[in-house]
């Protein structure tokens, strides 16, 4: 039937409920009609179809960094789109891709100079694993192709970057290449037992994963591949030293050290980078997305390093590194994110991030302090994560399960949006949030502690 001209409020939620399999949807439930239909949106707001306003705490999907309603993001992209928007990457290049690229062979530390786009930041993993595939083939080392990865990893929902999502939950009833990853267990400072010191729960994650690479075998372990810090499994903030100590047993092992910023990269943390600026490491390989262009167009990049770049050169001058998406390197959204880019260094963006984060940390422990369903307030930057704390033993037990959507609930309702993880809520406004709005947020979340209470 042919659609109709203006579609009603139940059109949509009909036609939405009826065509529109979303992430994650379950089989069964995947027919419901409770997605929150958003219309309009203005800086850290977004707006529902009723007009209700609510405090973007997600900041979309960890991504929208400078806020929505940026009338320059929309020239850029409009701009674009009239003088070229589509050129194939297979025969043509782009002046908004040429200078993209530059600019994060720039951004990046160290030798990191090459760059491939992706369409997102799964797509950004699934290249970096195949360069190290590309790479021990090229090496005559064909068994040289393990990616350790961690428990609680999310690093995307292509076939390879799901078979290194250290969440068995997300991959129920999909094949994955098992035998192509291994995962070090969970990382969690909050999870270590009580009397141990954080010091020695770091060691005790080094000692895991030298385990580890001694039980496979170096000469079968392609890659490490880790967030700055572990985003989707909770903001989980690595022990001070966890990831020096990594790279430094990487690169012994002739390990490519891939590190996933899809999250962390543009701003999150204050920097353009976490690795090198927060964490003082320089990856073999990063992979970004995301923040890269706010959240306004597709787009992400897997930046590799020269080292590694000319190992992949082999003497044979017709080799070809057979990886690319019709996509690659969007002049349109390369565009955007030029724009993007130039917006957050013209405001200082990265400046202010790094002045607000003290405040907005500071707002987070208070809640771990005060209240008691609150086992763990932690983040870092613009990151942050209730976790509620679990009694296995207790009546409350299956409600503890339940925290981060009964806290959403109740937030949501009193206009703030968070992102419920079974008994976690996560968060991570758009970066131009002001001291008054993160009090605004947090004085919402301690609200709907006490109403949870
Ligand atoms: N890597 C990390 C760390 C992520 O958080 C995500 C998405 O949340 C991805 C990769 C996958 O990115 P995309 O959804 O753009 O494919």
Known sequence: PALANTPTDRDLTDWDRTHNLHPWAGIHGWRRDDYMRVNTAEGIHIWDHAGKRFIDG????????????????????????MTMPYASPWSFTTEPAAMLARKLADM?????????????????????IRVMQFLNNRLGRPEKKIVISRERAYHGSTYLA?????????????????????FLPDVNPYHRPQAMSIEAWCDEKIADLETLIAQVGADRIGAFIAE????????????????????????????????DEVVTGFGRLGHWFASQEVFGITPDIITCAKGLTSGYLPLGACIISDAVMERIAGPDENDVFYN?????????????????????ECEDILGHVRRVTPHFQDRLRHI???????????????????????????????????????????????????????????????????????????DIMEAGLTRLS
């Open 108 to 128: 990046t530390p160290g030798d990191l100079n090459t760059v491939h786009f992706t369409t997102g930041g799964s797509t950004a993993v699934d290249t970096a």
């Open 228 to 259: 700055p810090i572990l985003c989707s499994g909770g903001v989980v903030v690595p022990p001070p030293g966890y990831h020096r100590r990594t790279r430094e047993i990487c690169a012994r092992h002739d390990i490519l050290y891939i590190s």
């Open 58 to 81: 997600p900041g979309g999907m960890w991504c929208v960094q400078i806020g929505y309603g940026r009338q320059e993001m929309a020239d850029a992209i409009a701009a674009q789109t």
């Open 368 to 442: 771990g302090e005060t209240f008691d369903i609150v086992g763990d307030a932690r983040g870092m930057g613009l990151l942050g994560c209730l976790e509620c704390r679990l009694d296995p033993g207790n009546n409350s037990y299956a409600r503890q399960q339940k925290f981060g959507a009964e806290l959403d609930a109740a937030c949501e309702d009193m206009g703030l949006l968070l992102r419920p993880f079974g008994n976690m809520a996560v968060f991570s406004p758009p970066l131009i949030i002001t001291g008054a709005q993160i009090d605004e947020m947090f």
């Open 162 to 182: 799901a078979t290194v999502t250290g969440k068995e939950r997300f991959k129920t009833r999909f094949d994955k290449a098992d035998d192509l990853v291994r």
């Open 324 to 344: 690319g998406y019709t996509y690659c390197g969007h002049p349109v959204s390369c565009a955007a994110a030029l724009k993007n880019i130039e917006i957050m």
